[in-house]
């Protein structure tokens, strides 16, 4: 080994808007534009039709549940979240969207209750209510004092990345990226005269290239960098050829961990060239809870990832996948069976990157270098 390890919390979505948001001690206006609910409220309803009455208001803390007192015993160096969801009161929704998601501001002790480091903004909903709501949102954070990265008052501010230190004297760099694939607008992409995301219409090999660039201007010795890009689907396992050469060549261009997310599901992990590719991490929090169509992807089942990676080189050491589910809007261990069939499904849909899951005895997934 060639240095300490540097332990990652690396989070899917944290969707804390719409029903969650009205849970909390101070929900915003439920009013929703989508075309069959038009209340936040009803998303409530749905989930406790499924699971049980949910106590209003809940403790800021109530939606992560279970996953707080195991992210404490994991002790993570750093813990990364991708928040999809607006910070604002703003009601300036837009009006080409149909699913559009905003969490009252006072409701941010939700969110600093897990202790994210960086919260990666380059997403398809965090300019749901405008550029005012971009502009709260960002005010808001930083007001918390919350590191954030892929969206920015302009161009240079959104593709800046995020730098947090780490025993040893080594920094964990954070660079997102939001993709027209995962439904992203390219009207939201950050010009250098107006705010937005850090934006790429597509998964080619020149912004790869782009991205790993920044990180690499100012990399010191014993840094780590990652790239959370928001791409792909909602939906399926399959990743398209694109998407893989893309990570890829991030890799290749020097980002030792690709955090990708998207999906509601998770997807595919691999190992390519001793650094970690998530393709896709799932949804962690969300208000999905009760709504059909989609069962056999198990989308109740929620994972925390923990990823050890060595400071002095970047290489993967160890990943742990440990299940959860959600009930209630909270989460909750997952059953016995649940955990295995986690791991059969990440098996299967890995096998083909070459990726072998190990099942723990505690319900857990590891994967291992080769």
Known sequence: MDGDLVTLFLSGDVMLGRGVDQILPHPGDPALSEPYIRNARAYVELAEAVNGAIPRPVPFSWPWGDALPLLDAAAPDVRLVNLETSVTRSGDADSDKEVLYRMHPANLPCLT????????????????????????????????GLRTAGAGRDLDS???????????????LVVSLGMESSGVPPSWAATERHSGVHFAAEPSSAAAADVTAELRRDERPGDVTVVSVHMGSNWGYRIPRDQVRFAHALVDGGADIVHGHSSHHPRPVEVYRGRLVLYGCGDLINDYEGITGYERYRDDLRLLY???????????????????????????????????????VLSRI???????????PDGSITVRPA
Not at 307 to 330: C, D, K
Request: aromatic share 4%; hydrophobic share 40%; with cysteine.
């Open 350 to 360: 890995s096998d083909g990157l070459g990726t072998r899951m190990r099942a723990e």
């Open 306 to 344: 923990l990823a050890s990676v060595e400071s002095g080189t970047g290489r993967f050491h160890e990943l742990r996948i440990t299940p959860l589910q959600a009930r209630r809007m909270r989460l909750t261990p997952a059953s016995d069976a649940d955990c295995r069939a986690v791991h059969q």
């Open 158 to 172: 959104a593709r800046r990345y995020a730098s947090v230190p780490v025993a040893g004297g080594g920094r964990v």
């Open 113 to 144: 209750a897990a202790r994210p480091d960086v919260c990666v903004l380059a997403n398809n909903h965090v300019l749901d209510y405008g550029r005012l709501g971009l502009e709260e949102t960002l005010v808001t954070l930083a007001a918390a």
